[in-house]
């Protein structure tokens, strides 16, 4: 399995990968602290759940920046594209109520938990410390992902309008990042 990425002198596949993750969380902090702002108007049940998302991603941006500290790397460019997409998504999303939201993390999370298996994958046994980053930070992607999904009705127009569009933007992102 390979990983494409333009990789700057000195700087390693699971260096990128770390950078572009760290912007990615920045995003998911940005979408989700939107998202809360509007349910409390338009999905005020939503909010306890925004808040524990809230916090696991900026824990996760936290761990990613302490990693790149260590290793003596900037983020990556994308950091604050990344926050101006999400806070843009989590706006338009917000306003279009619970379903939306739902189907937006539906769709996100299911493009980071492929990349971040695929990134295990291809970091294990050559970068062990940022594999086990990853390991850690999936087991709480999942859940977000699981608990949006129990949210979403079936034949919901929210997701199926969404799907797509997100799923197609954080790719976008991801590739982005990939090459900056």
């Known amino acids: 399995m390979t990983l494409a990425a333009s990789l700057r002198a000195g700087e390693t596949l699971g260096d990128r990968i770390l950078k572009v993750d760290h912007a990615g969380e920045h995003g998911a902090v940005c979408i989700y602290q939107t998202q809360r702002r509007i349910a409390k108007w338009r999905a005020p049940d939503m909010v306890a759940e925004l808040d524990h998302f809230i916090a696991h991603e900026r824990e996760h941006r936290a761990l990613f920046e302490a990693e790149l500290l260590r290793r003596g790397r900037a983020r990556c460019r994308s950091y604050h594209l990344c926050g101006f997409g999400g806070l843009a998504l989590g706006f338009a999303t917000g306003l279009a ?25 291809i970091l294990s046994g050559v970068d062990e410390l940022a594999a086990e980053l990853l390991r850690q930070i999936l087991v709480e992607e999942q859940e977000h992902h699981d608990l949006s999904a129990s949210r979403i009705s079936k034949g919901s127009a929210w997701a199926e309008l969404l799907d797509p569009i997100v799923t197609l933007s954080t790719e976008a992102v991801i590739w982005l990042g990939m090459r900056l």
């Open 97 to 121: 109520g619970p379903q939306a939201i739902a189907a937006t993390t539906v769709a996100i999370e299911r493009v980071v938990l492929r990349h971040m298996r695929q990134q295990v994958e």
